[in-house]
């Protein structure tokens, strides 16, 4: 069992930087394959990003390659993702996601979920 708590979101102009912090309990997080998914109104989860338990693999949606950048620390139980050059149509609430298997696309391969924290990218 893990739970997960989202921070660092906010307000940002387009083409401005924003980093998301998620913190786990739990002794186990070295365990866990990690993960970052965004929903926007009216649209359905989407993947972000995802890290291995090493954090020796790490794997991006075409949309925020080059712009994003997902890393962990083990030894402080957290997961980050430095998202620089943002977009308006990076705006949605962001989620941090644990999975006991492997650092998966889909949502349904993650065990558990953050709360979600609102990232709104203005034009």
């Known amino acids: 069992q893990v739970q997960l708590v989202e921070s660092g979101g906010g307000l940002v102009q387009a083409g401005g930087s924003l980093r998301l912090s998620c913190a786990a309990s739990?002794?186990?997080?070295?365990?866990?394959?990690m993960g970052w998914f965004r929903q926007a109104p009216g649209k359905e989860r989407e993947f972000v990003s995802a890290i291995s338990w090493s954090g020796g693999s790490t794997y991006y949606a075409d949309s925020v390659k080059g712009r994003f950048t997902i890393s962990r620390d083990n030894a402080k139980n957290t997961v980050a993702l430095q998202m620089n050059s943002l977009k308006p149509e990076d705006t949605a609430v962001y989620y941090c996601?644990?999975?006991?298997?492997?650092?998966?696309?889909?949502?349904?391969?993650?065990?558990?979920w953050g709360q979600g924290t609102q990232v709104t990218v203005s034009s």
């Open positions: 996601s644990a999975s006991t298997r492997y650092p998966g696309y889909e949502a349904s391969d993650y065990n558990y």
């Open positions: 739990g002794r186990t997080f070295r365990s866990y394959a």
